[in-house]
């Protein structure tokens, strides 16, 4: 998602900035901006779409001798990708990136607002900036300004600050968004994450949550909730892939172990304790809305089919999921009161664009669920919801999928809450859910371990069933798509209760069977499916957290008492089944063999 990067000292702080946010390139972005202070002057520059409009902007500025610098790159959450949304945002005199949600702007806002202060974006970082400068008119210095300021934010954020009333300093907080601090002599960098500062600086100190402080010449002061601290810095890795992969193997581990993080951001300002706010959807939106119509491709799709089982669950509105390329040519009967929903990771599926484009010719209302900004399909939409999953590189979908369930998991409780057909209590029942679930999808070092180990034995046979009943059928398509995608092995997704209606004729020792048994949801029924198929001496893997005497495999998940904090459980651990068994293969993960990780073509 968005990028952070700063630096103090001599050197020439544009081409450090420049070079420093190219390396945060690879996260996503749509907008990005630099600020310097020298002699007492600030050049500010921003730019929206690639870096290369930047450069252009910044061409005929150079820094010399000491100042202070910080950049930024943005992945817009709230507000478009405008020039006025992108970072650094300006106070009065002083200038501020962040990365991160605060959660209380809007009261921090309103209270800024009432003493006069002018807004200008539509984000959550301006906030920062307009509070700091208020602080600082009663504050004895800036930097108790600054910590007053922070002693007011709400949420996640890692922050830095300039001002020209300290022109030698920057000031620094991180608290639940990543953010590290590199040494070479007397020149000090700071960026969210190692890529910009290898081959810059030497060392490095990882800031931890609730550190703060400031960086003027060659000197690092820190602090946390006891007051001062001394801290002592690591060698610095010297190779950039390896630290994008943040030490995992491969983007696509990155990503699954990124999910339980990335859904809080999904969630953050949209599940509060009581309710759901989506500020994306006027009041209205849904008043004339009778039914709902899904189209998309592939992982996006299998989203889709979940949420169909949750919108007339509890939106109890009818809802039709159709896969992108065949909507398109089946002449479909389109009716007004209908909502058009498209869901892409990318924006950009062809299939699903041309869909969007009929919907829209028919006169439909149209909504789409996106990780990308600005994408087409965005564009070409009436109103989209973002996923905020990050940037995805794994070709193979993980937190995309898993964002795109959660946002379709809050519309459809948004849904029922704005029509009345859920009740309080169960609308609550849901929350207490989902704020379960970033805690769910924590990987453990056991659960990984186990996975490993188990892979060996599956790296044969002549196929795979993945099964599961309701919402754990499209799941279980989702892990026979990851399988096939990155193994190269034949798998399938089936509805459990559908096996005995032809594909049981497969069963032997060498089907696998890989069987979702969610405690919370048809316990009783799967495991008759499942028996079925042991009976017919085929290799049950069983996912569940009720021990299975027939299993030949069991992988025991958490008890819960509700199915999607089991579905998002069984997600990782379909996903971490398919990596391994991939990885033991020797095949490439990242990039599977004829795959594209966008589809614009038809
Ligand atoms: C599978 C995968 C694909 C995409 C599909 C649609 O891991 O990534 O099946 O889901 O190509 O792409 P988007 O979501 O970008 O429209």
Redo the contacts with the bound molecule.
């Keep these: 998602m968005c990028g952070i990067v700063g630096y103090v000292g001599f050197k020439e702080k544009k081409e450090i900035l420049l070079d420093s946010l190219q390396e945060l390139e690879y996260r996503g972005y749509d907008s990005a901006g630099m600020a310097v202070i020298q002699d007492d002057t600030i050049h500010h520059f921003k730019a929206i779409g690639k870096l290369s409009n930047l450069k252009d902007k910044t061409k005929d500025y150079q820094s010399q001798g000491f100042g202070i610098s910080i950049g930024h790159t943005r992945w817009a959450t709230h507000g478009k990708p405008t020039e006025l949304n992108a970072h650094p945002h300006l106070g009065d005199y002083s200038y501020v990136v962040h990365n991160g949600i605060i959660e209380n702007y809007q009261a921090l806002k309103k209270s800024l607002q009432a003493k006069g202060v002018k807004f200008v974006s539509q984000t959550d970082t301006e906030t920062i900036v307009h509070l700091f400068e208020d602080e600082h008119k009663t504050a004895d210095s800036v930097f108790e300004a600054f910590t007053q300021t922070l002693d007011k934010l709400k949420g996640a954020y890692a922050t830095l600050l300039i001002s020209k009333a300290d022109t030698q300093t920057i000031y620094f907080a991180k608290h639940g968004s990543p953010m590290l601090v590199g040494f070479e002599g007397d020149d000090i960098y700071f960026a969210s994450s190692d890529t910009p500062i290898i081959g810059k600086a030497t060392a490095v100190y990882y800031l931890e949550d609730g550190e703060y402080g400031y960086a003027s010449k060659g000197k690092l002061h820190l602090f946390d909730a006891h007051g001062k601290k001394d801290f002592s810095t690591q060698v610095l890795c010297t190779d950039k892939v390896l630290a994008q992969k943040d030490g995992y193997r491969f983007f696509m581990e990155k990503e699954i172990y990124e999910q339980s993080t990335v859904m809080s951001d999904t969630m953050m300002g949209r599940v509060l304790d009581h309710s759901i706010v989506l500020d994306e959807l006027d009041a209205d939106f849904f008043q004339d809305i009778k039914a709902i119509k899904i189209c998309?491709?592939?992982?996006?799709y299998h989203s889709a089919l979940t949420s169909a089982y949750l919108f007339e669950r509890l939106s109890k509105i009818r809802c039709d999921i159709e896969i992108a390329s065949e909507f398109r040519y089946k002449e479909p009967l389109l009716t007004p009161d209908t909502l058009f929903i498209t869901?892409?990771?990318?924006g950009?599926?062809a299939d699903?664009l041309e869909a969007l484009k009929m919907a829209k010719r028919a006169g439909l209302k149209s909504l789409s669920i996106c990780n990308v900004d600005n994408s087409s399909i965005v564009r070409e939409s009436d109103t989209a919801i973002l996923t905020r999953a990050g940037i995805e590189k794994g070709?193979?979908?993980t937190k995309?999928f898993a964002t795109q369930t959660m946002v379709l998991w809050i519309l459809s409780l948004y849904i029922g809450q704005t029509k009345k057909t859920i009740t309080q209590e169960i609308l609550q029942k849901e929350i207490d859910a989902m704020l379960h679930i970033p805690k769910s999808l924590q990987v453990s070092d056991v659960l990984h371990e186990k996975l490993h180990r188990l892979s060996k034995r599956y790296l044969h046979g002549h196929g795979f069933f993945f099964i599961g009943r309701d919402i754990f059928y499209p799941l279980a398509l989702e892990g026979a798509?990851?399988l096939k995608?990155i193994s190269y092995l034949h798998a399938e997704g089936y509805p459990a209760g559908e096996m005995k209606h032809g594909p049981i004729a497969l069963a032997d020792s060498e089907l696998f069977t890989i069987a979702l048994m969610p405690k919370s949801m048809h316990y009783e029924k799967i495991k008759s499916n499942v028996e079925e198929l042991s009976a017919r001496d085929a290799t049950i893997c069983a996912i569940s957290p009720e021990p299975f005497a027939l299993a030949d495999d069991f992988i025991q998940t958490k008890y819960s008492f509700h199915p999607m904090v089991e579905f998002f459980e069984m997600m990782v651990v379909t996903q971490l089944f398919a990596l391994e068994i991939a990885v033991r293969l020797g095949n490439d993960v990242d990039m599977p063999r004829n795959l594209a990780k966008?589809?614009t073509v038809e």
């Excluded at 998309?296 to 996006?300: D, L, N």
């Design positions: 998309a491709c592939g992982t996006s869901i892409s990771q990318s950009e599926t699903t070709v193979a979908s995309a798509l990851k995608e966008s589809v």
